[in-house]
Nanobody, 116 residues
Framework: QVQLVESGGGFVQAGGSLRLSCAASGISTGANAMNWYRQAPGKSRELVATITSGRTDYVDSVKGRFAISRDNTKNTVYLQMNSLKPDDTAVYYC???????????WGQGTQVIVSS
């Protein structure tokens, strides 16, 4: 059974930083596409960052401020968020897409609130 557990969310002032973590079990973070999504109040869920075996990708609004990485020895994916803005306020979700089956898995989400 796949489980993704996010942590690291919280309340921060604009310009501050947070690092989100996603601890995975039942799926290898090194062998599958790992993603961070976010959903702000009243908005649809948005793909923020992706890491695969060969590359990382970001939505334009976070390029240069956010960085996705992984530690395969810990089977954990991270999202380092710097220069945070109030528009970054959202629930952040970890997502894994299995290379073999194509199935996707979601964590429970972690809240990020950025005050102006």
């Amino acid at each position: 059974q796949v489980q993704l557990v996010e942590s690291g969310g919280g309340f921060v002032q604009a310009g501050g930083s947070l690092r989100l973590s996603c601890a995975a079990s039942g799926i290898s973070t090194g062998a599958n596409a790992m993603n961070w999504y976010r959903q702000a109040p009243g908005k649809s869920r948005e793909l923020v960052a992706t890491i695969t075996s060969g590359r990382t990708d970001y939505v334009d609004s976070v390029k240069g401020r956010f960085a996705i990485s992984r530690d395969n020895t810990k089977n954990t994916v991270y999202l380092q968020m710097n220069s945070l803005k109030p528009d970054d306020t959202a629930v952040y979700y970890c997502n894994a897409r299995s290379t073999l089956s194509g199935r996707t898995h979601w964590g429970q989400g972690t809240q990020v609130i950025v005050s102006s």
